[in-house]
């Protein structure tokens, strides 16, 4: 049966959104009335609801994307760190929550997206990473409400049983992180996003990595993780990482499924406004114990809001090795580089170190030499990485860069913040 709805909204300087029970979204302006009908019942997975909210309160979606294991939870830390407060599962839920929420965040995991679950995928032959394991259309209506103001029913992937756990509340933050293995692949879901990072690791590193959390914390044999990492990767190349040629015998049969979804045949990491690659040390001649890391931040041009960070000047390339008198470096020592590049026929700077830090303290001398990194005082680069010098990564690149972009990320939200402010101002005035 049809449903006729009108909805009349009084309040001043509010951008209003309407989420139906048949998953439309509109959004519209105050003191418009709106007529909408709808032959559907709620969706089971989501229902619907009418909300408002103030045009410079609303809230900016960051998407963080990276394979399992490549830092994902880490990075989130330090940038959730950055805002202060603690960031938590949501309190009373499920113990399994993969949320988590702090004051100004929240971070949800695009894993709840997965439309089958452990077994499902099993009976269907497919891995997580496949498409057709994820329910896209439900990514993009509820990262779209959220961003509209609109309080939503999320799913829950369970990682411990493997199901698909009855949903969560999430309510609109003033920052909404999704991260997971595709917040780019839906051109739906990408367009909604106010800024992108993708976590690049290269495949030496990412195997050291993993292997070293799998036996360590979750007791798993060599053999299995290696077996693991083997049946990941011809679904995280088609679909995460690498470009998909549609002339690759091969892989054709992925490059048709993508082509018939009218989605992207080039991995996520072109649409990324901020990359950071962590690939092995040329420090060390033929290094194979991957400790050593080389770490490069690749920042894209032109991004609003966004202004690279640079080192000594501006669009020059620089090659500085800061070893010496004010920073304390054993073998290998620490290089730095910085210049103009292009990435995906993008123009881009990059920011690279290889090395690691002896001392945090130190870091100071490197962070007064680093321009645009939107701290709001002297130090807080290095107050940040001292305050988390246990977090894996932070006596090098990754942890320098994750927090560079936790800094950049609050400066791009306060920077939209205020312009959304100033334009409804303007529009009250007119
Ligand atoms: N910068 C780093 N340097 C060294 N090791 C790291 C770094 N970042 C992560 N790791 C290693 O990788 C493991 C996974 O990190 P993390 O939990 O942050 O990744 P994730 O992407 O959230 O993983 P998952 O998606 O599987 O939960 C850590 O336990 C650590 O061993
Ligand atoms: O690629 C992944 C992202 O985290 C996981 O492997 C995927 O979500 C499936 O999870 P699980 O292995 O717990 O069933």
């Not at 101002?425 to 007119?430: D, E, G, I, P, S």
Request: charged share 25%; hydrophobic share 35%; with cysteine.
């Amino acid at each position: 049966m049809a449903v006729c709805t009108v909805y009349t909204v009084q309040s001043l300087n509010s951008t209003c959104s309407i989420s139906t029970p048949n998953k439309t979204h509109l959004g519209f302006q105050q003191k418009q009335v709106v007529f909408y009908t709808s032959s559907k019942k709620s969706n089971k997975r989501g229902g619907g609801g009418i909300t408002c909210a103030a045009a410079d309160s609303q809230t900016i979606v960051i998407g963080l994307a990276a394979d399992s294991g490549c830092g994902k939870s880490t990075f989130m830390r330090r940038l959730t760190s950055v805002f202060g407060g603690a960031a938590e599962p949501p309190k009373g839920g499920n113990p399994d929550s993969n949320t988590l929420i702090s004051d100004t965040t929240t971070v949800i995991c695009l894993d709840d997206y997965h439309s089958l679950d452990r077994t499902g995928r099993k009976e269907k032959g497919v891995t997580a990473l496949d498409p057709r394991a994820n329910d896209f259309d439900l990514m993009y209506e509820q990262v779209k409400a959220i961003k509209d103001g609109i309080a939503v029913q999320k799913p829950i992937y369970n990682h411990v049983s493997g199901l698909l756990d009855p949903p969560e509340l999430i309510k609109p933050p003033k920052i909404l992180v999704i991260e997971g293995l595709h917040p780019m692949y839906d051109k739906r879901v990408r367009d909604l996003l106010d800024f992108s990072i993708y976590l690049d690791i290269s495949n030496e590193v990412k195997f050291a990595w993993k292997i070293q959390r799998d036996m360590a914390e979750r007791g798993h044999s060599l053999e299995s993780i290696k077996a693991s990492i083997e049946a990941r990767k011809p679904d995280f190349d088609a679909y995460i990482g690498i470009i998909l040629l549609p002339h690759s015998l091969t892989r054709c049969i992925d490059v048709r499924l993508l082509f018939d979804h009218n989605l992207p045949v080039y991995p996520q990491k072109q649409y990324a406004d901020a990359v950071i690659e962590v690939l092995p040390t040329q420090l060390i001649p033929d290094d194979n114990e991957g400790k050593v890391l080389r770490v490069k931040l690749i920042m894209k041009e032109g991004v609003k809001f966004f202004n690279p960070v640079y080192l000594f000047d501006e669009g020059s390339t620089i090659s500085w090795i800061p070893c010496g008198r004010k920073l304390t470096c054993s073998y290998p020592g620490i290089k730095f580089a910085y210049g103009p590049d292009a990435y995906f026929s993008n123009e881009v700077s990059v920011l690279e170190m290889d090395g690691q830090f002896d001392r945090l303290d130190e870091l100071i001398y490197v962070e007064s030499h680093l321009s645009n990194i939107s701290t709001k005082f002297y130090g807080e680069v290095t107050q940040q990485m001292l305050k988390h010098a246990d977090f894996p990564g932070s006596n090098n690149g990754t942890g320098l860069f994750q927090t560079i972009v936790g800094l950049k990320i609050r400066d791009l939200y306060e920077q939209l913040t205020a312009s959304r402010a100033a334009g409804s101002l303007q529009a009250t005035k007119a």
